[in-house]
Every structure is written in C-alpha cells, then in structure tokens.
C-alpha cells in the first residue's frame, strides 16, 4: 500500500490549535486502529461527558450517571392498491421516526404530545449546533424544538410506570437506573432526545440507490420477497440472506456517513509517527476513511453495489466505520440495518414503488453545507418522488 495519495497527501496525524484545544486529526486506517486500542490513555468518555453536557445533561447528574451501580438493588438487572406519488426523503423520515419512538417508547409518548415527530425532525436535523457547541444565539434552530421535546420526554419519564406499560424494555431500566443512582428527570429526558438518532437518510440513500437502477429494483425485490412467509416479514432471514441488498447498504454507508468521532488524551502516547499530548482530542472523520483512495481505489467516490463482493474483506477494514469502533462502536447498528431492510421489503413487497414519471429527476447531492453527526442527507431540495 501507497504512503500518499495521487494529490499528494500522506495521511499522517496533524494537529490545529483551535482556541485553547489541540486536535489531533487521525484519517490512516493503521493509526484509527491504533486509536481505538488504545481506550487507556485515549478515553471514549471524556469525549462522551462533553457531548451530553452539549445535549443539556445536568453536570451533577453527569457525575452519578458514571457510578457503578449497586448490584443488591433488586431494580437493577445486570396494500394500497392506488397510485400515490409521494417523497421518498419525507416518507423515510416519518416512517422510521415514528416506527422507532413507538417500538422505544409505546404510544403514551404520542398521547402527550402529538406534534412529537416533526419536533424530533427539526431537532435532529440541527442537533450538529449542539454536538459542536455553538453558541445559543448561533443555535436558535435547535434549542426551540429541543426545548419542546425535553418536556415531552420530561412528562413521560415523570408517568408512573403503571402509565408506561409499553415503553420497551431497554427504555424502562435505562429509567430505572438513572433513577437509582439520582439522574435529574431534565437530565433524563434529554439523554433520551439526544438517543433517538434516525436512519432516515441511509433508508433514503439505500432506496434512492434502487430506485434509480432498475436491474437492481428487479434484484433487490426478488430477495426481499424471499423474506416474507404468509404475508409476514422475517427480518432475520432478509438480513442474512439478502446479499445485493447488504451490499448496497454498506456502500451506501462508505459514501454517506460524515461523522467524527472523538478521543480524549489522557497520557502521552503516540499514534503513527506522532506524539499526543494530554489534554487534547483527537478527531478521525470518517468520511476521510471512506474516500481513501488507496483502499478503495481509484473509483471510490463513486456508487459500486459490486465493491463489497470483490472484497468481502472491505467490510472488517479499519478504513470502514460508519458505525464508530472500540468502545464507542454503536450497538444499535443491527437495529438500524434491520429497520432499513424492512423498508425496503415493505416498499417492493407491498407496493410497486418506482420513480415517478411525472417529472424529470436527477440523483440526489450529498449536503456537505452542514456537519454530519451519522450519515449526511441529501442537499436542500434534493428529494426524490415515488409512485
């Protein structure tokens, strides 16, 4: 493998000054591995306190949600058949929003405020503001409607359990054990906006995929109707048997996901050819991972479904993490690839979705006008529609 690229850069770590912070930026597979090995002297939760207090987590509550809790406490446990033309990036957003505070949260939360979701939308779509602390009177965009959905979150955490029957079980002893260790109720309730992350705009990216290549629409429905026996879907099997599918999520995953993810430096320690400070923080974008040219070749800033099956490898490189690693791998990934299958099968399934013919369209632009915090959706006005 190269050294440098054909522009000449050599992917070695470089450090700005940014105020009274030292970044260390890391984009060389070989270094990120080396990062997240490293979870002794570079900490995920450094990294993760800032976030939260960002996310208006109550610095004291902060403190006790970090201690170990106490094991003796019995609460802890180790066919519409009528043409529509609809938008794509809407019916992702809606679907998948308010699929998953249903599944999360049961319809209680809905019952305490309806306008929920387009809140949890505008929340969402400006939640970067708050990741990378902007200022109150530049993050005006964001503080209204988290403001809002804190207090809804604030009115269900306050219900009784008997009124939360059926919030789902991971919810309810996230509850419980904040409350035992004595989490704030503000403090909860924001830590719950701040975990309903979307995977609206990989459902967008995927379909979009789809959508605009009719071999793969024919490809891809005859593997999701695969997965349904007796007009039930069983996602399990779609997922692990749905090979073209898996592999347009994972490049759309490579070209999409724009997050950064963060280290704090604890101790002197050195990455590549470089020595880090304590104190400072280091940055891996992985977007820089995932336009590599040298491992992913010449082409890779472009759509290739085949990629992954040349080299099934591709998917355990360190220079693919569109779900973090280390410590901070995300554990809801599984979850979030089976609610994208399952849209995808309940859209070629039940309906015959297609472009529509309507009008002249063009694939969507990546937005790159804003931070990513997961994957990037598509630029303002970018949105396809579906007959």
């Known amino acids: ?198 995977v609206n705009n990989a459902a967008f990216w995927v379909l979009a995929q789809i959508l605009f290549d009719e071999q793969l629409r024919k490809t891809v429905k005859q593997e999701v109707d695969a997965a349904w026996k007796s007009e039930q879907l069983d996602v399990k099997f779609l997922c692990a048997n749905a090979t073209v599918l898996d592999r347009i999520f994972h490049e759309c995953l490579r070209l999409k996901a724009g997050a950064m993810m963060g280290r704090k430096v604890l101790a002197p320690t050195r990455i590549g050819n470089k020595m880090l400070k304590p104190g400072g923080t280091v940055l891996i974008p992985s977007r820089q991972l995932h336009s590599n040219a040298n491992v992913w070749g010449a082409d890779h800033q472009h759509f290739a479904e085949a990629r992954f099956a040349k080299n099934e490898g591709l998917l355990k490189h360190p220079s693919y993490r569109p779900f973090g690693g280390g410590v901070s791998l995300c554990p809801g990934r599984k979850i979030a690839k089976e609610q994208v299958f399952a849209l995808v099968a309940i859209l070629f399934h039940r309906f015959d979705a297609r472009l529509s013919q309507e009008m002249r369209q063009e694939f969507p632009r990546l937005n790159v006008s804003t931070p990513a915090l997961g994957v990037t959706g598509p630029a303002k006005g970018m949105d396809i529609f579906v007959e």
């Not at 019995?74 to 809606?94: A, E, F, G, K």
Request: glycine residues 4%; proline residues 5%.
């Open 1 to 198: 493998m190269q050294n440098s690229d054909h522009i000449g850069r050599t992917y070695e770590p470089f450090a700005p000054q940014v105020g009274p912070e030292m970044l260390y930026i890391v984009t060389a597979p070989k270094d990120v591995a080396e990062v997240y090995k490293k979870a002794d002297v570079l900490a995920w939760d450094g990294h993760l306190n800032q976030i939260f207090l960002n996310f208006c987590f109550n610095a004291k509550s902060l403190k006790r949600a970090w201690l170990k809790p106490v094991t003796a406490d019995p609460r802890y446990i180790t066919v519409n058949r009528h043409q529509l033309t609809v938008s794509l990036l809407t019916l992702c957003q809606y679907t998948l929003l308010e699929a998953g505070i249903y599944s999360f949260f049961g319809r209680t939360i809905m019952e305490i405020d309806k306008n929920i979701i387009p809140n949890m939308l505008t929340f969402t779509e400006n939640a970067w503001m708050l990741f990378y602390g902007l200022p109150s009177f530049l993050a005006s965009g964001v503080l209204t409607p988290q403001s809002a959905v804190i207090a809804t979150f604030q009115q269900f955490a306050d219900l009784p359990e008997s009124l939360r029957n059926d919030q789902s079980w991971s919810v309810q002893q996230i509850l419980i054990s904040q409350e035992c260790v004595g989490v704030d109720l503000r403090s909860r309730a924001s830590d719950d906006v701040r975990a309903n992350s979307n």
